[in-house]
């Protein structure tokens, strides 16, 4: 019954932007907080970036800090991830999950989306 989709994903130049939405289903949105991965060919899965369930703290990786920005619309069951500056190596497929935040570090719990790709050409 819970499920978590993602969209926003394309191709893109170097340089350009995306926005990234994660739309939740079947749960109390707001009771979660939530974070975005990403996975590259021949890569292991890495975190991007998370938000807590009341939106006030938003810890990043340092490969896109300053670049991209994580926000949650709690009426719509909506996370985004505003992407910008893209560059070649965020080439990947980018999941939302729902988890916890304890001391900056942000734990997935048991829900994941499918998956969006975002390519950026070089």
């Known amino acids: 019954q819970v499920r978590l989709v993602e969209s926003g994903g394309g191709l893109v130049q170097t340089g350009g932007s995306l926005r990234l939405s994660c739309a939740a289903y079947?749960?109390?949105?707001?009771?979660?907080?939530m974070g975005w991965f990403r996975q590259a060919p021949g890569k292991e899965r890495e975190f991007v970036a998370a938000?807590?369930?009341?939106?006030?703290?938003?810890p990043y990786a340092d490969s896109v800090k300053g670049r991209f920005t994580m926000s949650r619309d709690n009426a719509k069951n909506t996370v985004y991830l505003q992407m910008n500056s893209l560059k070649p190596e965020d080439t990947a497929v980018y999941y939302c999950?729902?988890?916890?935040?304890?001391?900056?570090?942000?734990?997935?719990?048991?829900?994941w989306g499918q998956g969006t790709q975002v390519t950026v050409s070089s």
């Open positions: 999950a729902t988890g916890t935040t304890n001391w900056g570090l942000f734990r997935p719990g048991d829900y």
């Open positions: 079947g749960l109390t949105f707001s009771g979660y907080d």
């Open positions: 938000i807590t369930w009341m939106g006030r703290n938003t």
